[in-house]
């Protein structure tokens, strides 16, 4: 059965370091989101990408973030300095239609020191 | 601001026994629900989903009930299975825009032999 992936499972990072997480989407999906979960909290929308660019984004994601689709495979997220308030679990997910459930891959636990 | 929420944080039941997780709304451009069941350390698994047009929907031992009058919606696990011990999402989304998922804040259900 086809599976959203991310690598890496585990990142550890200093404060002010920049980091890029990555998600291979399920291969005929077009629609691609992330979400993160700070521990003991909800599951909260960052941002969601169609077509080579952001659809819609959240108050979260302001100008340390940034997602892109550099080979038309993966799929990154990027925070360019980061924060102790930035650890969390991220979760990327995937749709096909845009209209129907979306998948989730295992999750990269970001820990900023 | 709390669009989707789960009153009950935790839930224990016993094993061949129904569970009934509830989930309330207040965003009546919601048309769209799906329950997610979360591991340790895992991403959130798509269980099943209703459409606003419907008031109930079945997959195997799982059934999921719209009231949009109430804005409330369920879902029962029959009979319940030791593996179905995990943090349980209500999400929802809106049909127009980007779709992203408004969850809440997950129950935990324990499944006792």
């Known amino acids: 059965e086809p599976e959203v992936t991310q690598t890496p499972s585990h990142q550890v990072t200093q404060m002010g370091q920049e980091v890029i997480l990555r998600c291979v989407p399920i291969?005929?999906?077009?629609?691609f989101y992330w979400y993160r979960q700070i521990l003991g909290q909800k599951v909260e929308f960052l941002v969601s990408?169609?077509?080579?660019?952001?659809?819609?984004k959240s108050e979260i994601f302001d100008d340390q973030f940034s997602v892109e689709r550099p080979d038309g495979s993966n799929f990154t997220l990027k925070i360019r300095s980061t924060k102790l308030e930035d650890s969390a679990m991220y979760f990327c997910?995937?749709?096909?239609?845009?209209?129907?459930?979306?998948?989730f891959g295992p999750g990269t636990r970001l820990t900023v020191t | 601001d709390q669009q989707v929420k789960q009153n009950s944080p935790s839930l224990s039941v016993q094993e061949g026994r129904i569970s009934i997780l509830n989930c309330d709304y207040t965003?009546?451009?919601?048309?769209?629900f799906l329950w997610y069941k979360k591991y340790p350390a895992e991403g959130p698994t798509f269980l099943i989903s209703?459409?606003?047009?419907?008031d109930k929907n079945e997959d195997g031992r799982f059934t999921v009930f719209l009231n949009k009058s109430a804005k409330h919606l369920s879902l029962h696990i029959v009979p319940s299975q030791p593996g179905d011990s995990a943090v349980y999402f209500c999400?929802?989304?809106?049909?127009?825009?980007?779709?992203?998922?408004?969850f809440g804040q997950g129950t935990r259900l324990t499944i006792n032999p």
């Open positions: 997910a995937t749709t096909g239609t845009g209209f129907s459930e979306q998948y």
């Open positions: 291969s005929n999906h077009l629609y």
């Open positions: 990408f169609y077509n080579n660019e952001i659809s819609e």
């Open positions: 965003n009546s451009m919601f048309d769209y």
């Open positions: 209703i459409s606003s047009i419907k």
């Open positions: 999400a929802a989304k809106e049909i127009q825009g980007a779709q992203k998922l408004v």
